[in-house]
């Protein structure tokens, strides 16, 4: 899927959780992270910003990087979570989780006179 399911400020919201959730499977390089992200419906991201997303993420100490060198190709960096990095996903996947309980509950009540 190249296009996006939600919309762009959406996408930007949520692209920090959503790397963090992606490498709670193990590690990934960029490429891997973006092709995960595109067949969860955030739409082929470009380098511009997905690359700045995992630089943040590294420099919290969320996620740490490591180069891997290629078999037969370029070296490329593969990002792995940290222990802090697995804390804030659930912390964080908590909150938006009661974030969607709240716009729903805001849409599914009665409004006052």
């Known amino acids: 899927m190249t296009r996006p399911r939600w919309p762009a400020p959406w ?3 949520a692209l920090d959780l959503a790397v963090l959730a992606t490498l709670d499977g193990g590690p ?14 955030f739409g082929l991201l470009k380098g511009g910003s997905l690359y700045p ?9 969320d996620v740490e990087a490591q180069w891997v060198e290629g078999h037969g190709g370029p070296g490329r960096k593969a ?9 804030r996903l659930a912390r964080d996947l ?3 989780r009661e974030l969607g ?3 729903t ?3 599914t009540q009665e409004h006052p006179g």
């Open 11 to 13: 996408v930007r919201a």
């Open 28 to 41: 990934r390089h960029g490429y891997a992270i973006a092709q995960a992200l595109a067949g969860r419906g």
């Open 53 to 61: 997303a995992l630089n943040r993420l590294e420099e919290l100490g």
């Open 79 to 87: 990002y792995a979570l940290t222990e802090q990095g697995r804390d």
């Open 94 to 96: 908590a909150a938006w």
């Open 101 to 103: 309980e709240t716009m």
């Open 105 to 107: 509950t805001m849409t």
